[in-house]
Nanobody, 125 residues
Framework: QVQLVESGGGLVQAGGSLRLSCAAS????????LGWFRQAPGKEREFVAA????????RYADSGKGRFTISRDNAKNTVYLQMNSLKPEDTAVYYCAASRSGWYRPWSSDEYDYWGQGAQVTVSS
């Protein structure tokens, strides 16, 4: 059974930083893509960033380019999302997800098979 457990959310002032972690377990993820999505109140879930577990290739939504960095630690089976220069509009629940499709359309939530429970990120102005 695949499990994805997020941690590291919280309250931060605008301009601050947070690092989210996603601990993955239950299988070998070498052929998977791991992604971060977010959902703000009243809005649809949107893509934030993704990483290929095998190659380390990354992809970012425009909203996070230059501010967010996704990375992985193969030994710990953990994916991270480092978020810098946070803005109030980054406030959302952030979800970690795993895709068996690998690097096929990693920006699309439709390709993801497993989801974490979410971590709240609140950025105050």
């Amino acid at each position: 059974q695949v499990q994805l457990v997020e941690s590291g959310g919280g309250l931060v002032q605008a301009g601050g930083s947070l690092r989210l972690s996603c601990a993955a377990s239950g299988r070998t993820f070498s052929n998977y893509a791991l992604g971060w999505f977010r959902q703000a109140p009243g809005k649809e879930r949107e893509f934030v960033a993704a990483i290929s577990w095998r190659s380390g290739a990354t992809r970012y939504a425009d909203s996070g380019k230059g501010r967010f960095t996704i990375s992985r630690d193969n030994a710990k089976n953990t994916v991270y999302l480092q978020m810098n220069s946070l803005k109030p509009e980054d406030t959302a629940v952030y979800y970690c997800a795993a895709s068996r499709s690998g690097w096929y359309r990693p920006w699309s939530s439709d390709e993801y098979d497993y989801w974490g429970q979410g971590a709240q990120v609140t950025v105050s102005s």
